[in-house]
């Protein structure tokens, strides 16, 4: 990708700026100078993947600029998304003295940027992060709107708290180092935006699958930049998803009961959530709320994406309790993303239990 492309989250004083360039890594440093003043001192976060990769080449631009960089390497994986690995990042903090203007710098997919964000939000309480997205997933998603969190034995992500980076900073081209399967978990992300709320970028996905999966420059630029415009535009409306937001997690309540049931190591969280969205069609044509196909046309694309669709085979009860766990439920209710059709997504609060048997028992 040859054009800088910035966009601006606009949340008042908690504005920040999405900044996507090819070779961008490179003017971290000035970058970081220039928003955080007289800071001197930073915190990057990465993993046993990443890092190896790509710490040197955001710490010496770092260094260059003046900065003092310590680093915190946690493993890869989301099963270390956990309470314990938060608080040795707790302890690096400590170690460091970081002072309340001084940041955090996420290098990594979506769970070292949720997790060093919790972090973020509880040392001193309240110190900035920047977000450096390595994975699609990250890129497209998680490393904008400021959701940060850890997992618990009892669910995904149900520690955490809303806390916006203060920069965005993404570079394409480090996904050529991103292992296929990654790639294609986060793509399940890209075709969620689509079938939420545009149809013609679902459609452009799905028979772009072949360039997307090749990192084709014009392919994956262009899905990089309207993703990040449609997850900021809602994140605008609705920051602390209370409405419009929810919108988001089509799929994920069916996906993060899949990541709990398997212990977070069966799925990638975008492979559970292409599951979820299979499911979440499936339901949404069972209750009447789109017409015969959507489910079929859901289908294609993702396995145009060579993403799974088969649904693992636990029961009904099961499925109900590794819900009820989801963070995004309201008192008892569990909420669902349903849809319409391709490309018109709603929140559903009256799907009931036997709804949920009936779905379970269509797939065995």
């Known amino acids: 990708m040859s054009a800088i492309q910035q966009y601006t989250v606009n949340l008042d004083e908690r504005s920040y700026e ?23 001192r930073c915190l990057i976060i990465s993993n046993d993947v990443v890092a190896p990769l790509y710490l040197e080449t955001v710490q010496q631009p770092l260094e260059q600029a003046g900065w003092q960089v310590s680093q915190h390497i946690i493993p890869d994986g989301e099963q270390f998304k956990t309470i314990q690995t938060w608080s040795d990042i707790l302890d690096t903090l400590m170690d460091s003295k970081l002072a309340r203007n001084e940041p955090i ?32 997933l990250a890129q497209v998603d998680s490393s904008v709107g400021g959701k940060t ?21 993404i570079d394409p081209d480090v996904l050529q180092t991103l292992a296929p399967n990654q790639l294609r978990a986060g793509l399940a992300e890209v075709i969620k935006y689509g079938a939420i709320w545009d149809k013609s970028f679902f459609d452009y996905v799905e028979q772009h699958a072949e360039q997307l999966h090749a990192l084709d420059v014009e392919a994956i630029s262009k ?22 937001r929810a919108l988001l997690n089509l799929g994920h309540t069916f996906g993060h009961a899949i990541e709990s049931m398997t212990h977070y190591t069966g799925y990638l969280h975008g492979e559970a959530v292409a599951i979820g969205m299979r499911m979440a069609a499936r339901l949404s044509e069972q209750l009447n709320h789109a017409p015969a196909g959507t489910e079929v046309k859901m289908v294609k694309a993702l396995q145009a994406l060579e993403l799974p669709v088969n649904v693992p085979q636990f029961s009904a009860e099961q499925w ?36 949920i048997h009936t779905l379970i028992a269509s797939f065995v």
């Open 105 to 136: 710098i996420a290098l990594g997919g979506g769970v070292v940027g949720d997790i060093a964000g919790f972090a973020a939000s509880c040392y001193r309480r309240g110190i900035p992060f920047v977000q450096v997205p390595t994975t699609v």
């Open 223 to 244: 899905v990089i930049i309207e993703s990040c415009q449609y997850k900021a535009e809602i994140v605008m409306q609705d920051e602390t998803e209370q409405g419009a």
């Open 149 to 169: 969190a850890v997992s618990h034995p009892h669910g995904k992500n149900m520690i955490g708290a809303f806390y916006q980076p203060r920069l965005v900073w």
């Open 18 to 40: 999405i900044h996507i360039e090819s070779g961008c890594l490179k003017n971290i440093g000035a970058q970081c100078t220039k928003l955080f003043g007289q800071a001197n």
């Open 320 to 355: 109900l309790d590794a819900m009820g766990h989801d963070k995004k439920n309201i008192g008892s209710l569990i909420r669902y993303i349903l849809l319409r059709d391709i490309g018109d997504a709603f929140i559903a609060e009256d799907v009931n239990d036997k709804d």
